[in-house]
Nanobody, 125 residues
Framework: QLRLVESGGGLVQPGGSLTLSCTVSGSALRYENVGWFRQSPGEGREGVSC???????YYEDSVKGRFTISRDNAKNMVYLYMKNLKPEDTGVYYC???????????????????WGPGTQVTVSS
């Protein structure tokens, strides 16, 4: 059974950077499609970035050039490096695995079978 736990959230000033980590257990990460999602106050959950085990990566338009998803298959870890953070990046960030479908659809529709509990990111001065 897949289990995901996020870490690395916190309070950061606008323009700052932060790296989120996701520990994956219960499956070999090298065969998994993974992603990062966020839910801002009063908003629905949206896909931020996804990584396919074989195709590549996807980024939501508002984070392109600022966020980078990466994975360490040997350590079963997924990361989200975020720079030039903006107040609108504030939200609870979730790690997801067991994704299915084309990477863009998978990320936009949240087609993942396993989710972590989330970690709060607050961008504020």
């Amino acid at each position: 059974q897949l289990r995901l736990v996020e870490s690395g959230g916190g309070l950061v000033q606008p323009g700052g950077s932060l790296t989120l980590s996701c520990t994956v257990s219960g499956s070999a990460l090298r065969y998994e499609n993974v992603g990062w999602f966020r839910q801002s106050p009063g908003e629905g959950r949206e896909g931020v970035s996804c990584s396919s085990y074989d195709v590549g990566t996807y980024y939501e338009d508002s984070v392109k050039g600022r966020f980078t998803i990466s994975r360490d298959n040997a350590k079963n870890m997924v990361y989200l490096y975020m720079k030039n953070l903006k107040p609108e990046d504030t939200g609870v960030y979730y790690c997801a695995a067991d994704g299915a479908g084309a990477i863009q659809n998978m990320c936009r529709d949240g087609r993942f079978g396993a989710w972590g509990p989330g970690t709060q990111v607050t961008v504020s001065s």
